[in-house]
């Protein structure tokens, strides 16, 4: 498989393999993916729901619910392997170096607790001789930065008295606690209305420019993409199927199922009395073994090749790779 190498990446995930064994039998939610991240970049991770953009990043931070399994591949990290660091490694590693924004900021945050005492909880992990009233100014300030107004007084409000926008804001302010190098943003727009979407995504721009720091953001919205990232993979069925610069993807994607990715996204200047193109049919059973291209059975293009042989992911150009029969 080709490998674009870098030796700027500050986290490379090579050949990775995830399995779930449940009653239904083994489910192979990833299946040989490779993601890299340069330092000071943000990379998107585009695809519908099930295309394992999540399950890549929580092996690698090896929060795998118990059915969960990395049976193969590698993901280094400044020269460590996560995937066979011990678990005292990894709790340094997590927050500290790597942090992760979870999906829904509800279920994430403790609805016991106040914020301020769930922020102060992750400086303490990594910083237990730092006293507490220093953890609380450093709390406040995180508020602060990440826009929450009165920061001062919300310490001691409860993540029910905060609307969907604010919550997700603690979330990001949590994941910041550490300074951490690598933040990995998992849906954090989803759910949220459009102009709170835009002031997340802004909020995150303005934080990579303050720190510098790296920042992977998982979606299923391709529209998104287009507002924060400067490369893109795009997933599906547990493999990458593309990836490329930004611009070069929403100027000329390569695979069909990026072009339908895009065809599904409404444009303010399109012509109005064109309809949106839903893409056919669902995404392939992952309790099944899949046998060629797992896009085949939705795509206009399909050849018998398609249907027998699985692609391989090849360069297209300098900078892009792709997965699809009809790009070889």
């Known amino acids: 498989m080709p490998w674009i190498q870098n030796s700027e990446s500050s986290l490379a995930i090579r050949n990775l393999h995830t399995s779930f064994y449940t009653g239904f039998g083994e489910i192979e939610a990833v299946r040989g993916v490779d993601v890299r991240v340069h330092k000071g970049e943000c ?3 585009v695809g519908e729901s099930g295309s394992g953009k999540s399950v890549t990043f ?8 118990s059915t969960g399994r990395v049976k193969a591949g590698e993901a280094l990290y400044d020269g460590h392997d996560l995937i066979r660091s011990s678990q005292k490694e990894m709790r340094a590693i997590r927050g500290g170096k790597i942090a992760m924004i979870f999906q829904d900021p509800m279920s994430s945050l403790n609805p016991l607790l106040p914020i301020g005492d769930q922020v102060s909880e992750m400086i303490w992990a990594h910083n237990r001789a730092l006293p507490k009233n220093e953890r609380e100014k450093q709390v406040v300030e995180l508020l602060r930065r990440v826009h929450i107004p009165e920061a001062e007084t919300r310490l001691k409000s409860y993540p029910h008295e905060f609307s969907g926008g604010m919550r997700q804001r603690v979330m990001i302010a949590m994941a910041l606690a550490c300074k951490p190098d690598l933040l990995i943003a998992d849906e954090p727009t989803t759910a949220l209305d ?21 920042i992977a953001f998982i ?9 924060l990232c400067t490369r893109v993979y795009v997933m599906y069925a547990g493999l990458v199927m593309e990836e490329a610069p930004s611009e070069e993807l929403f100027d ?12 599904c996204v409404p444009y303010l200047h399109a012509d109005k009395s064109l309809r949106l193109k839903p893409i056919p049919g669902s995404p392939p059973d992952m309790s099944r073994p899949i046998q060629g291209c797992p896009f085949a059975p939705r795509c206009d293009d399909t050849r018998n090749i398609c249907i027998a042989e699985q692609p391989p992911l090849v360069m297209m150009g300098d900078n892009r790779l792709c997965r699809c029969w009809l790009k070889q």
């Open 219 to 227: 979606t299923h919205d391709i529209g998104v993409i287009a507002q």
């Open 252 to 263: 000329e994607p390569h695979h069909p199922y990026t072009q339908c990715l895009l065809a």
């Open 194 to 214: 459009v102009s709170i979407q835009d002031q997340i995504i802004n909020l995150l721009r303005q934080l990579q420019s303050e720190s510098s720091m790296s």
């Open 43 to 45: 990379v998107g991770i």
């Open 58 to 65: 929580l092996s690698i931070l090896r929060l795998l619910a």
